[in-house]
């Protein structure tokens, strides 16, 4: 949310003014007074500082020779934490702030101003910087990469923002970061078939976009989340470099065994995938950014998954038959993270009505009809057995030796996954559809648990 004003009730008469090196000045010496920009002011909060008194905070302060009309930057470092600043006109009326950290002024006329520096509270002492700068305003226009501009909205107009133009020559991966301190942020980018909106993507309230565009113009629009807001904010428009290994080429060849690493930025990524002999295909997207989500679709297969895989990653298995698929790498939600596809084509024989430890089977259920497989077990420990399918929501079921166990979706997504310990002796698994509803082919196995 924006930053919210607190009132500062700042004892003015009896303020030290403070640069660096310097002592703190008697009634004699004269207030000196900061008119060269760009300028470097530093000072430390102590306990020998004057004291704001609604919070008990310590604060310092510096007189500024500042132009009307003129935009200036104040950004602070150094060991005190997010000091608060604000900008006081010479008969002590506030001009800007109060702001945490950074602040932006602009005032009305030419004349001496005050910049204040306090704590967030009663507690918070240590030295610190100021780096005063100037700064112009861009409202419209062109926008080339690598640009990084000020911008200004005015109350009433963010609904409609400030208008850019983007100009791009030449096809790649490109990142706009809107920031400001003033106000929640909204970003609108437009054109060539793209039509994305970023609210909060780069933290806080600061929007950002980061996308592949083709050469072409596009329309980019800065505003705010209502229209009530103001402010300054800063603009930033660049080509963004590909990590190492990873592609955007939409339409890519996978290739079966080989991991592919790509990188969602807004949109899904398009691969195809050949297979030449029938088996059963298992797909996995896996990744440390994003909530992973799988389509695969091609010769009557239209599977979908998004969290088999554990976690946020995505895992498909379903038997297929030689020719082309197609795969969709995307994701729940905005942002972007890179993701790893990986492959796998094996040979699984047809469900006969038993299946053994170690073994992975195919089957087809018929709409309400389950089906019922012998599991013998010669070795006691546990095992887990999982029953996948891409057609229908499953149920597995175990009947045997004083057992009987049941899971709807233990293993991610729609499928189901029992984990026990079994003694020796013969059970019974029950291949079923939730609510006995849904046919298709599913994939049967059963494995020591680790």
């Not at 704590?119 to 226009?141: H, I, W």
């Not at 208008?163 to 609108?188: I, N, P, W």
């Not at 980061?210 to 402010?231: H, N, R």
């Amino acid at each position: 949310m924006p930053f919210t004003h607190r009132a500062l009730a700042l004892p003015l008469a009896g303020f030290a003014i403070l640069l660096s090196g310097c002592k703190e000045p008697t009634a004699s010496t004269a207030t000196p007074v900061v008119s060269e920009v760009p300028a470097t002011l530093t000072g430390e909060l102590s306990s020998q500082s004057p004291i704001n008194l609604n919070d008990g905070s310590r604060t310092q302060s510096f007189d500024l020779q500042l132009q009307g009309g003129s935009l200036y930057r104040v950004e602070s470092s150094g060991a005190l934490s997010q000091p608060v600043l604000l900008l006081l006109s010479e008969q002590g009326e506030l001009v800007s702030g109060p702001r945490n950290e950074s602040l932006f002024l602009q005032p009305e006329k030419d004349g001496r101003y005050r910049l204040a520096v306090s704590g967030r509270s009663a507690s918070d002492y240590g030295p610190f910087r100021v780096e005063l700068s100037t700064g112009e305003l861009t409202n419209d226009g062109e926008l080339q990469p690598e640009a990084d501009i000020l911008g200004r909205l005015r109350a009433g107009s963010s609904n409609n923002g400030n208008h850019y133009s983007l100009q791009v020559a030449e096809k790649g991966l490109y990142e706009l970061v809107m920031r400001s301190a003033e106000f929640d942020t909204v970003l609108k980018l437009r054109g060539n078939g793209i039509n994305r909106t970023d609210d909060d993507s780069a933290g806080g309230t600061d929007s950002r976009m980061l996308t592949m565009l083709p050469e072409g113009s596009y329309q980019l629009i800065a505003s705010g989340i209502d229209t009530s807001v103001e402010g300054v904010y800063s603009l930033s428009f660049k080509r963004w470099e590909m990590p190492e290994g990873v592609t955007l080429g939409d339409g890519d060849e996978l290739r079966l065994g080989v991991d592919a690493t790509g990188m969602l930025t807004g949109h899904p990524q398009t691969y195809r995938l050949t297979i030449e002999q029938s088996g059963l295909l298992q797909v996995s997207m896996q990744s440390d950014d994003i909530d992973s989500l799988l389509e695969l679709s091609g010769l009557g297969v239209n599977a979908r998954d998004d969290d088999s895989g554990g976690g946020h990653d995505a895992l498909l298995s379903v038997v297929v038959e030689p020719g082309t698929y197609r795969i969709n790498a995307a994701q729940h939600g905005n942002g972007e993270g890179v993701f790893t596809l990986r492959t796998e084509l094996t040979e699984v024989a047809q469900l006969d009505g038993r299946i053994a430890p170690g073994e992975t089977r195919v089957g087809r259920l018929s709409e309400g009809q389950p089906t019922t497989v012998a599991l013998p077990i010669e070795q006691p420990g546990r095992y887990r057995i999982t029953l996948r399918s891409s057609d229908f929501d499953a149920m597995l079921g175990l009947q045997g030796q004083g057992l009987e166990e049941q899971d709807d979706d233990s293993a991610g997504g729609t499928n189901a996954q029992l984990e026990l310990y079994l003694g020796a002796g013969e059970y019974q698994l029950i291949n079923s559809t939730y609510g006995d509803q849904g046919t298709g082919n599913f994939v049967l196995s059963v494995s020591a648990a680790l």
